[in-house]
């Protein structure tokens, strides 16, 4: 049977999708050339073009390689937590401290994604900041994701309002929203090349306006 025009045998979707998603996380995903990623891959623009329609479609396609493992590893955890713990160790995770994962797994603990030698933060957050850059299927899965991971969270601080761990003073849907801006802002100083430590000291500040009391970890 004759090849599709443009699609030559050599392409293998899985192999694009991985080697795209460790360019974009390194170097951002609206910083790579397709043209880049079609060299890595030994692979013709065209055939890429046939395989996700344009790059729009390649980009979203990596997103979603990573919103699955977010939705049923990340997420997942607030659904199963009764532990402000939780909260925090997400935090320190993504700027890199290690943290006891009794309270919290982060993404370099799951087997089913390898993630990128030198890469930093998280993938999907650093999409976020610059939505306003992509375009629609890759801002579409932005989105989404985002409502789903909003949703579960706002069980889980009703929850610890409930528990006496997370002020009462606010609604929760606004917590989310300052929450959610807190893990945007740890994301733009880590990437301007601030030290993780004194990002988790601002952290630290920013979260003990909606905690009820001083976590320890342990």
């Known amino acids: 049977m004759k090849n599709p025009v443009g699609r030559p045998k050599t392409l293998d979707r899985e192999n694009l999708i991985n080697i795209a998603f460790e360019e974009y996380w390194l170097k951002g995903i609206d910083n790579v050339p397709l043209s880049s990623i079609a060299n890595l891959a030994k692979v013709s623009r065209p055939g890429i073009y046939k395989e996700f329609e344009d790059e729009d479609g390649l980009q979203c396609e990596v997103l979603k390689k990573y919103t699955y493992v977010l939705k049923n590893n990340i997420v997942e955890q607030y659904i199963k937590s009764n532990d402000i713990k939780t909260l925090i160790c997400h935090f320190y995770s993504t700027i890199g401290i290690p943290q006891n994962r009794k309270y919290f797994k982060s993404i370099r603990h799951i087997s089913s994604i390898n993630l990128p030698k030198g890469s930093k933060g998280c993938f999907y957050e650093k999409a976020k900041i610059i939505k306003h850059l992509l375009s629609k299927k890759t801002v579409i899965e932005i989105n989404n994701f985002e409502k789903h991971r909003k ?8 929850n610890m309002q409930n528990n006496g ?6 609604k929760s849907e606004d917590i989310y929203e300052y929450i959610s801006a807190i893990l945007s802002m740890a994301q ?5 090349g601030m030290n993780k430590f004194k990002i988790k000291t601002i952290i630290d500040k920013a979260l003990s306006s909606i905690l009820s009391q001083k976590i320890t970890l342990n």
Do not use: D, H, R, W
């Not at 761990?165 to 606010?170: A, G």
């Not at 733009?188 to 301007?192: F, I, R």
């Open 165 to 170: 761990k997370i002020t009462n003073s606010l």
């Open 188 to 192: 733009n100083l880590e990437l301007n």
């Open 151 to 158: 949703n579960q969270f706002i069980i889980y601080i009703k």
